[in-house]
């Protein structure tokens, strides 16, 4: 019997339990996450989107198959239709401009995060780099849906995150979410043992950098 996605987070458990149940994550579900750390996580989410897109634009690249190159494109759209809109949308409501967030320097968790994607797609072929890409697309569908099953998370105009939970339980995150995790699990059916192991690596690797980018946000880190 092949390998599945839920193999990856059961190899990772305490990693991706540790990312999808993070303190920033579960003080911006009972809004009291401090404004001054949103704002910066926000802001450096947006420089790491940008090189999240560059990513999907290389699985493009890389892909052999018009499903892949399908696939990468419904992962470049919810960066640029979603997810992109909404940042510079809370970023302009601070007086902070497009422009203005483009030239903001990138704290190190940034670079080493979206680095890492970018030199795994690069130097492996096109499951690693999904397998890279997965802790963000489906890691945040996740976060949303875990919370919205805590009785602690917050809803409506008494959190003023609302629209951040919002767009990540959306009908068009929630169905990208469920196409890389049906891409991935058929890729991942036909991967031998020694290769899925090579997988979990990435995937462990991937997820705690992930888990290095929320702590950013907490410690407003540079």
């Not at 018009?66 to 909404?86: C, K, N, P, S």
């Not at 058929?186 to 690797?205: G, I, K, M, Q, S």
């Amino acid at each position: 019997m092949g390998y599945r996605f839920s193999d990856l987070t059961t190899a990772c458990q305490a990693d991706w339990r540790a990312y999808i149940e993070h303190d920033f994550v579960r003080r911006l579900g009972d809004a009291t996450l401090d404004e001054a750390a949103f704002r910066h996580y926000l802001q450096q989410d947006y420089l790491f989107l940008i090189h999240f897109a560059r990513a999907y634009a290389l699985a493009a690249y890389k892909s052999r198959t018009l499903d892949d190159l399908r696939q990468a494109h419904e992962g470049l759209r919810a960066i640029l239709d979603v997810e992109l809109g909404l940042h510079v949308d809370y970023c302009r409501d601070w007086g902070i401009s497009e422009a203005g967030l483009a030239e903001l320097p990138e704290a190190r968790a940034t670079l080493a995060y979206t680095r890492y994607v970018l030199d795994t797609g690069h130097r492996g072929d096109l499951l690693d780099l999904h397998v890279a890409l997965a802790p963000c697309l489906v890691g945040y569908g996740e976060i949303a849906n875990w919370l919205n099953a805590q009785a602690f998370t917050v809803r409506g105009d008494a959190n003023p995150y609302e629209a951040w939970i919002a767009m990540y339980e959306s009908d068009d995150f929630q169905a990208a979410m469920h196409a890389e995790l049906e891409w991935l699990d058929a890729r991942l059916a036909e991967v031998t043992p020694r290769r899925f192991a090579e997988l979990v690596e990435v995937f462990r690797d991937a997820t705690r950098l992930e888990i290095d980018f929320w702590q950013m946000g907490l410690e407003l880190a540079s």
